[in-house]
T-cell receptor, first 114, second 112 residues
Framework: QQQVKQSPQSLIVQKGGISIINCAYE??????FPWYQQFPGKGPALLIA?????SEKKEGRFTISFNKSAKQFSLHIMDSQPGDSATYFC?????????????FGKGTLLTVNP | EAQVTQNPRYLITVTGKKLTVTCSQN?????MSWYRQDPGLGLRQIYY???????DKGDVPEGYKVSRKEKRNFPLILESPSPNQTSLYFC???????????FGSGTRLTVV
C-alpha cells in the first residue's frame, strides 16, 4: 500500500519556468510534510516542510501548497534554474508516533534546461 | 558542521560475507534510522532507534541487524548478505517528531 503518491515521475522545464510536483497521502494521522532534494551521489537534503495547520509556506523560490481536505500537497519552484535539476521527494510523518518514520513518495526527476 | 557520516561510501562484497556499515551523527539526536533506496521503490525504512539500546524494525528489516550502544553511532549489520540486498543505503538522524531529518551521503552496496 503506497501511502504517499507522487507525480509526475519526471519533469522537464525551461530555465525561468515554474516546476510543479504533486503528492497525495492517505493516512490522516500524518502531521508533517517535508520535501527533499537529492543530487546524484548525495543523500536527500531537507528543502522545505509544512504542517497541516497552514495552507502555504514559502522559502525563497520554493513554495509548498497544502490542501488538508483533499489530502494533497505540492511543491512549486519559481524561476527554475539548471542548478535545481535533481530528484525531489515528498514525504510525510507522524510526529507523535513511536517511530519518526518518513514515508516517501517515489520521487520526481526534475530537469531544467538552460 | 552538523552531519551524518556513513562509511564506506562504496562496497562490493560476496554473498554470505558479513559486513558492517557505520553511521555516526554529531547533532546529539536521539532518533536514528536506516533506509534503503531502490529504483522504482523509493526510500524504505529498514530499522530505527529512538534512543540508546532502543531499536525496532522498520518496513524491510529482513536480513539486517542494528545496534545502538552509543547515542552518536548506529551501525547496520548484514550477517549473510545476499544479492537482493544490493542497494543504496542511507543513515539518518532526527529531532523528536521527525523534524529536521538529516541524511548521510549514502553507501552503495553491491553483493555478488
Amino acid at each position: 500500500q503506497q501511502q504517499v503518491k507522487q507525480s509526475p515521475q519526471s519533469l522537464i522545464v525551461q530555465k525561468g519556468g515554474i516546476s510543479i510536483i504533486n503528492c497525495a497521502y492517505e493516512n490522516t494521522a500524518f502531521d508533517y510534510f517535508p520535501w527533499y532534494q537529492q543530487f546524484p551521489g548525495k543523500g536527500p537534503a531537507l528543502l522545505i516542510a509544512i504542517r497541516p495547520d497552514v495552507s502555504e509556506k514559502k522559502e525563497g523560490r520554493f513554495t509548498i501548497s497544502f490542501n488538508k481536505s483533499a489530502k494533497q500537497f505540492s511543491l512549486h519552484i519559481m524561476d527554475s534554474q539548471p542548478g535545481d535539476s535533481a530528484t525531489y521527494f515528498c514525504a510525510a510523518s507522524r510526529g507523535g508516533g513511536s517511530n519518526y518514520k518518513l514515508t516517501f513518495g517515489k520521487g520526481t526527476l526534475l530537469t531544467v534546461n538552460p | 558542521e552538523a552531519q551524518v557520516t556513513q562509511n564506506p561510501r562504496y562496497l562490493i562484497t560476496v554473498t554470505g560475507k558479513k559486513l558492517t556499515v557505520t553511521c555516526s551523527q554529531n547533532m546529539n539526536h536521539e532518533y536514528m534510522s536506516w533506509y534503503r533506496q531502490d529504483p522504482g521503490l523509493g526510500l524504505r525504512q529498514i530499522y530505527y532507534s529512538m534512543n540508546v539500546e532502543v531499536t525496532d524494525k522498520g518496513d524491510v528489516p529482513e536480513g539486517y541487524k542494528v545496534s545502538r550502544k552509543e547515542k552518536r553511532n548506529f551501525p547496520l549489520i548484514l550477517e549473510s548478505p545476499s544479492p537482493n540486498q544490493t542497494s543504496l543505503y542511507f543513515c539518518a538522524s532526527s529531532l523528536p517528531g521527525g523534524y529536521g531529518y538529516t541524511f548521510g551521503s549514502g553507501t552503495r552496496l553491491t553483493v555478488v
